[in-house]
């Protein structure tokens, strides 16, 4: 890529990262299959809908409030925004507070450019699951408190040690003291379950567990 075309793939970036959110929250919505691309989003909150592409019917925004519905799983969310966005690889930041997700999805990592995550209040149980986020080189922001995960022992510590890019945690800045958690000092359990489940990431750890011959 040249530089002016990388310039303008930063300018487009930033001009869909501050436009206004695609807002379909207070849906009651319980699939992402309920929006077929025609409804009107909410105006009333951010003063007025993202601008359309006119040709394409598409919005130009990298922001979507989907938060107060229902959802109990975000299946289909990339098709969805394809449908939906001009640029879907833009998206920003994604709101999906209070509903009723009981897991982090694979679908958030489709998402190169997200940088804000929000999933508070929702019925999400296991912070391991917040591991897989580390894929999102992006991410700065992070919300996940009124879960039933932050209730587990070490739920901020460990998340943090998880995500080294993330700047704020449920809306609390992330401070130097808190990234220095060395993953030794994991939970055994919750290293255990990473250990098994991305061998790849943890495979000192599996070696100093082997007995030499």
């Known amino acids: 890529m040249s530089q002016?075309?990388?310039?303008?793939?930063?300018?487009?970036?930033?001009?869909?990262?501050?436009?206004?959110?695609?807002d379909f929250s207070y849906r009651n919505l319980v699939s992402l299959e309920e929006?077929?691309?025609?409804?009107?989003?909410?105006?009333?909150?951010?003063?007025?809908?993202?601008?359309k592409n006119l040709k394409s019917n598409r919005y130009r925004t990298g922001s979507f409030w989907l938060n107060k519905n229902n959802l109990k799983n975000v299946n289909g969310l990339r098709n969805l925004a394809d449908r939906l966005f001009e640029m879907a690889d833009y998206l920003s930041w994604l709101d999906l507070s209070d509903n009723n997700l009981t897991?982090?999805?694979?679908?958030?990592?489709?998402?190169?450019?997200?940088s804000m995550l929000y999933l508070h209040k929702n019925n999400i149980q296991d912070f391991v699951d917040s591991y897989k986020l580390r894929k999102l080189n992006?991410?700065?922001?992070?919300?996940?408190?009124?879960?039933?995960?932050?209730?587990?022992?070490?739920y901020r510590s460990t998340v943090i040690s998880f995500l080294p890019n993330l700047r704020k945690l449920?809306?609390?800045?992330?401070?130097?003291?808190?990234?220095?958690?060395?993953?030794?000092?994991?939970?055994k359990n919750v290293r255990e379950r990473l250990t098994n489940a991305y061998p790849e990431d943890f495979r000192c750890t599996i070696e100093s567990t082997k007995r030499p011959y």
């Open 35 to 51: 929006l077929n691309g025609n409804e009107e989003p909410l105006p009333l909150r951010v003063r007025g809908a993202p601008k």
């Open 138 to 154: 992006k991410l700065r922001t992070l919300t996940l408190h009124k879960n039933p995960m932050c209730e587990l022992p070490c």
């Open 4 to 22: 002016d075309d990388e310039s303008k793939c930063n300018t487009a970036y930033q001009y869909f990262k501050c436009a206004k959110p695609l």
């Open 103 to 114: 897991s982090i999805s694979d679908e958030f990592l489709l998402f190169p450019n997200l």
């Open 170 to 187: 449920d809306h609390v800045v992330v401070v130097r003291s808190e990234r220095e958690q060395d993953r030794k000092s994991l939970d």
